[in-house]
């Protein structure tokens, strides 16, 4: 894959990134889906956009926080470089964190059980994930080491592994069998749990190839932190599916 221009177009003198607008796109789509299946999980369509404000502000808060503490180094005493998103630098794990810990935070305001919003929003987030990694693609980020691959992408001419395809397939995958699933859910809490452990195994063995790693000393991060998800989500689903098997009884 050629190197792309990360400029889609410019407006007054402004340059609109590719990068903002597949992000921006994934989140547009999340949200309808979300809005249309909200009354499968029994509510209401428009209660969706009340979490939307709220919770998709608060993901981005989070993401780029926590890519920033992760990269303090780089970033200390340059606010402007803090805030500067249009560059890049926005890490998953901290906007789930942020997102799905405000839905939370809602839930228990408003009185609505957490397990079942996030079982409705989170195949859709799986979706946006898919769609948003191609920004990476524009700005030549999150990419994998050298690789002879006919799919490599070029960075500063040397082919590497495009990490930020492996995910995106994987996520809309993910989200094709997440939406399945949900609609066959057994006990709430379900869908949320396998996105959890499927996200999770994949971004273990794709991080291993990338080079732009956040680290935890001589860890890679979202390595320790994937291992740490899969053995909570797994131990709550088989908490929660031998509760839910024992009320049917």
């Not at 050298?146 to 397939?169: K, M, R």
């Not at 000393?217 to 908490?239: D, E």
Request: some cysteine.
């Amino acid at each position: 894959m050629p190197v792309p221009n990360p400029v889609a177009f410019t407006v007054f003198g402004i340059d609109i990134m590719w990068y903002g607008i597949l992000i921006c796109i994934g989140m547009l789509l999340a949200t309808f889906i979300t809005y249309k299946r909200a009354p499968l999980h029994s509510i209401e369509s428009d209660k969706v956009l009340d979490y939307v404000l709220v919770c998709i502000p608060a993901g981005i808060v989070g993401a780029r926080l926590y890519y920033v503490i992760f990269n303090w180094s780089y970033y200390a005493g340059d606010f402007h470089r803090i805030i500067d998103i249009r560059s890049g630098g926005l890490a998953i794990h901290g906007g789930l964190l942020f997102g799905l810990g405000a839905a939370v935070i809602l839930c228990m305001i408003w009185k609505i059980r957490p397990l079942n919003i996030l079982d409705l929003v989170i195949p859709s987030i799986a979706l946006a994930q898919s769609i948003g990694r191609w920004g990476n693609y524009f700005n030549s980020e999150a990419h994998g080491g050298p690789t002879d691959l006919p799919w490599a992408v070029i960075i500063d001419g040397v082919p590497c592994h495009p990490t930020f395809l492996y995910e995106s397939i994987w996520c809309m995958l993910l989200f094709i069998f997440l939406l399945w699933k949900d609609n066959h859910r057994k006990f709430e809490g379900q869908i949320i749990l396998l996105y959890g452990m499927l996200y999770s195994a994949e971004r273990f063995f794709v991080e291993a190839l990338r080079t732009d790693s956040l680290m935890i000393g001589p860890f890679k991060q979202a390595q320790v932190l994937s291992i740490t998800l899969i053995i909570i989500c797994a131990a709550a689903y088989v908490l929660l599916a031998k509760r839910s098997k024992a009320n049917l009884r």
